[in-house]
């Protein structure tokens, strides 16, 4: 049993490629296999329950330029890997993602140039992505849990600095929604 951190930043700002595992009955912290060359912050991970692997996607840099990350990472315990599983094509920081039903669930963010609203799926079979619904408000940093087949989505920010901070609670039934104010 254990917890996982993944990513992040450092006291100075700097991104940081780090994964770490807190075990939860010796009450320590252990430092495991770091993503080569994906230094970021801002990203998430789900831990898959069936397959017994932790989930990436997405997250950013700014070591120079601004750049936002488009890959989904797998990381297997058993052996201590990192797999890239691919680009999915969508730029994302600041987002929510978790498990369901053998797929990732993705939701807010932002992009380089704009908050999201969108909700996607990735379906871990094919590797396909695709958006499945639209919120009514745009959120990055929220937080989102799926609880009773639904994912709900609390807070967050409509935009970049103060003064942008929602205290929305949305539900979305999955698999197909609609999208519900709370």
Known sequence: RGIYLAFG?????????????????GGAWTEQAALAGGARFGSACAWASVEKVL????GMNV????????????????????????DLGVALANHEMVYWDGDLWIFGGASASAVSNKLWRVDLETGL???VGLASTALQGMSVEEIDD???ILGG????????????IVSFPMPDGPFAQE
């Open 157 to 168: 920010q409509t935009a970049v600095g103060e003064g942008n901070e929602s205290s929305e």
């Open 9 to 25: 930043a450092n006291a100075a700002g700097e991104a940081l490629g780090e994964l770490w595992r807190y075990d939860t009955t």
């Open 63 to 86: 070591d120079g330029a601004l750049v936002v990350y488009s890959d989904l990472v797998r990381y297997d315990p058993s052996d201590g890997s990192w797999l890239t599983v691919g």
């Open 150 to 152: 639904s994912l709900w």
């Open 129 to 131: 992505l695709s958006q």
């Open 55 to 58: 989930y990436g996607y997405g």
